[in-house]
Each structure stands twice: as structure tokens, then as C-alpha cells.
């Protein structure tokens, strides 16, 4: 029994009129296999490019992962940067606040001294150290200051930093102005010490100054008599005459001489009615004769104070104040330490 033959397919190629026809004949079993094999060859291409690309977005999503975590890291050094420069920015705030202060008690200084030297005059100075010390801290904050980084920080410069957030703008103004208000801070306490210390010497100069008995303890300046030896106007002997004697009008007042306390009063034959007052030195003053005493045992008096009305009591041919100087208990001539004397 014959077998069947496998039917073939027949493929003719015709290139052209004048070009002989070629034939192909193919079996039924690779018409159907050809596609198939070719269907698997392009359906393995796609599985290899799927592979090949699930491969390349496993990469970049590790890569995507890495980045993500290094910008949340310099996102967090970030954050405690500016943690840190707020913490910085509010350590200045209170430096200012902290000058501000001491500009303030600098300038009641200031005005202390302006009153002291208005009313005592210009003549009392800090000496040359105190004014050398400043000078240098002066001297110290000026070179410090005099880069253009520091001295071009303004109110501009922090608005624009603190707006744009530039973390290293940030940290250039927080260091370069700490510099300047260390700087300003040391300066302004060598300023307080200074004026301190001089308003200190210029009281103390004030109170030895004070306590000198150069004030001229009457209206008038008119002497009658000198100190030393002269003739006794009620005896006519020579006699020694411890302090001079001022003419004035019957209840002229009476000035103290100095600051000092007063630590007699009293009415005496001869003195009349009398004060003494104590001054710094080892020094008194005595003013006698007076028509009234207004100054108490243990006053307080100052330059210049009215102390008593100025009269005739006591041994006495007129109106006129006694007015004596002691040093060390000694009498000494007043004249060496009054001004503006006008003589007979």
C-alpha cells in the first residue's frame, strides 16, 4: 500500500518579463514552522529587552534610593546648621542687648562728670595710664574691625542673609559680628572702668579741694587788720594777732570756708559768739564775733554754706568777722589761702 505523499507548497518567484521564473516547493510542516520558530526568536527578543530593562530601573531605583538618602543627610546637617546659627544669632541679640546697657551706663557716666566738671571746672583729668589704657582698647578695636567683611555688616546684610537662608552667609555674619561685639564689649568695659575710676579721683580731688579752706567766708573783701604781730587796739601794746579781721555790714552772712564739720559753738568774752569747723589736713577754721550762729555742733557743711550772720560781739570795736586758720593746732596767715584780697 502506497503512502501518501506530504503535499507540498509552491512558491514562484517571477523577477521580471524577460528574467526566467524560479520555483520553490515547501512542505505543509515548514509553512507552519517557520512562523513558529519565528514567533518564539521575537517573543525571546522581548522577554531579553524586558529583562534587560527591569535590570536598568532595579539600577536606578538604587541609585534613586542613594540619592534620596544622601539629600535627606544633607538636608538634616542642614537643619542643625541653622539650629546652630539661631542659637548663634540669639547669643549676639543678648551681646547687643547686654552693650546696649553699658552704653547706657556709660552715658549716666558721662553725664556725672559733665555736672561734676561744670561745677568744679576741667581742671581734674584722668592720668596718663587710664587715658593710654583706652587709647589702646580704642587702638585694638579698630584694627579688629577694619576688615571689609565686618564693617560692611549692616542691617541690609542680616536682612538678606536671614531671608535668603544661605547657611554660610549665615555663619560669615554670626562669626564676623561676634568678633565685633567682643571687640565693642571689651572696649565699652575699659571705657566704664576708665570713667569710673576717674569720676572716683576727680570726687576725691573734690572733696581734698573742698575741704581746702580757699572760700572767702564773707561778702567783703575788705581786711582791717593782718595776721601777726600788731598794736591791740584796746590795750595799745604790741601782740600777736592769730587771724584777720574782714569789715562788713552788721548781719552780712557768713560762708564756711571749706567742707568740714562743725565741732564747736559757743559765746566767749573775748571771741564772741563763735564757730569752729574741722576740714580734712589736720586744718580748722574759726570765725568770730558773729551777731548769730545758724550752724549746730556736728553739721555737715560745705563750701560756700551759710553758717552765721557776721556782727560785733565779744571784745570787739565793730562789725567785722575774726576769721583764723589752724594747722595742726598752730594759727597760720589765712591770706596764703584766701584769693581775691583787697587791703587798706
Keep these: 500500500m502506497k503512502r501518501a505523499r506530504n503535499p507540498k507548497w509552491s512558491f514562484v518567484v517571477m523577477r521580471g518579463a524577460d528574467k526566467t521564473v524560479k520555483q520553490f516547493h515547501v512542505s505543509k510542516r515548514s509553512v507552519v514552522v517557520i512562523p513558529t520558530v519565528a514567533v518564539l526568536a521575537v517573543s525571546g527578543w522581548i522577554a531579553s529587552l524586558q529583562m534587560q530593562a527591569t535590570d536598568e530601573i532595579d539600577g536606578l531605583e538604587e541609585q534613586l534610593s542613594n540619592q534620596t538618602a544622601q539629600f535627606t543627610q544633607t538636608v538634616s546637617g542642614k537643619d542643625e546648621a541653622i539650629v546652630s546659627l539661631q542659637q548663634e544669632l540669639l547669643q549676639l541679640s543678648r551681646q547687643a542687648q547686654e552693650i546696649k546697657q553699658k552704653l547706657i551706663e556709660l552715658q549716666e557716666l558721662e553725664n556725672k562728670l559733665k555736672q561734676f566738671i561744670e561745677k568744679y571746672g576741667s581742671g581734674i583729668a584722668p592720668s596718663s595710664g587710664e587715658v593710654n589704657g583706652v587709647e589702646k582698647e580704642v587702638s585694638t578695636l579698630s584694627g579688629t574691625t577694619s576688615s571689609p567683611s565686618s564693617t560692611n555688616l549692616s542691617r541690609t546684610s542680616y536682612s538678606s542673609a536671614l531671608m535668603g537662608g544661605n547657611a554660610r552667609q549665615l555663619a560669615s555674619l554670626a562669626q564676623y559680628t561676634g568678633l565685633d561685639l567682643q571687640a565693642l564689649s571689651g572696649m565699652v568695659d575699659a571705657m566704664e572702668i576708665s570713667m569710673e575710676q576717674t569720676l572716683r579721683h576727680a570726687q576725691a580731688r573734690r572733696e581734698t579741694v573742698d575741704g581746702y579752706p580757699s572760700g572767702w567766708p564773707t561778702r567783703s573783701r575788705q581786711l582791717t587788720s593782718g595776721f601777726g604781730y600788731r598794736k591791740d587796739p584796746f590795750s595799745g601794746k604790741t601782740a600777736f594777732h592769730a587771724g584777720i579781721d574782714i569789715t562788713g555790714k552788721l548781719g552780712d552772712p557768713v560762708f564756711s570756708a571749706a567742707e568740714g564739720t562743725v565741732t564747736e559753738t559757743g559765746i566767749d568774752g573775748v571771741f564772741g559768739k563763735y564757730i569752729v569747723i574741722e576740714h580734712l589736713g589736720g586744718l580748722k577754721t574759726t570765725y568770730m564775733h558773729l551777731k548769730q550762729i545758724e550752724a549746730k555742733e556736728g553739721d555737715l557743711v560745705v563750701r560756700g554754706e551759710k553758717i552765721g550772720l557776721l556782727g560785733?560781739?565779744?571784745?570787739?570795736?565793730?562789725?567785722?568777722?575774726?576769721?583764723?586758720?589752724?594747722?595742726?593746732?598752730?594759727?597760720?596767715?589765712?591770706?596764703?589761702?584766701?584769693a581775691l584780697v583787697k587791703e587798706n
Excluded at 586758720?325 to 584766701?338: A, C, D, G, R, T
Design 312 to 338: 560785733s560781739s565779744g571784745r570787739s570795736t565793730g562789725p567785722h568777722l575774726h576769721f583764723q586758720i589752724l594747722q595742726q593746732s598752730e594759727p597760720v596767715n589765712p591770706l596764703k589761702y584766701l
